[in-house]
Nanobody
Framework: QVQLQESGPGLVEPSQTLSLTCTVS??????????WSWIRQPPGKGLEWIGR???????YYSPSLKSRTSISRDTAKNRFTLQLISMTPEDTAVYYC???????WGQGTQVTVSS
């Protein structure tokens, strides 16, 4: 079955860039009519969709984060990456990658923005 695993730094300093990778196993990120998403949940708040990249490589971003977000993929390694620039403490959250249509989620990774 398809499994997703996030990886990246747990601590980021303010103004720096966050880079997270989601490695997919059990299925290719380039096949099927799927979208591969990044979602986050700040402490005490609900889920926030960040953006997605489709199986064909098209990206879509949340309007509120679009100016700071980039999602890319490495098809050879079957993984996709989130970059979020100009991090602030308000970006502290658990970050998830997911194939939302099939309710397939990674376990999530805590990212804290602090100096």
């Amino acid at each position: 079955q398809v499994q997703l695993q996030e990886s990246g730094p747990g601590l980021v300093e303010p103004s720096q860039t966050l880079s997270l990778t989601c490695t997919v196993s059990g299925g290719s990120i380039t096949t099927g009519n799927y979208a591969w998403s990044w979602i986050r949940q700040p402490p005490g708040k609900g889920l926030e969709w960040i953006g997605r990249i489709t199986s064909s490589g098209v990206t879509y971003y949340s309007p509120s984060l679009k100016s700071r977000t980039s999602i890319s993929r490495d098809t050879a390694k079957n993984r996709f990456t989130l970059q979020l620039i100009s991090m602030t403490p308000e970006d502290t959250a658990v970050y998830y990658c997911a194939r939302v249509s099939d309710f397939i989620w990674g376990q999530g990774t805590q990212v804290t923005v602090s100096s």
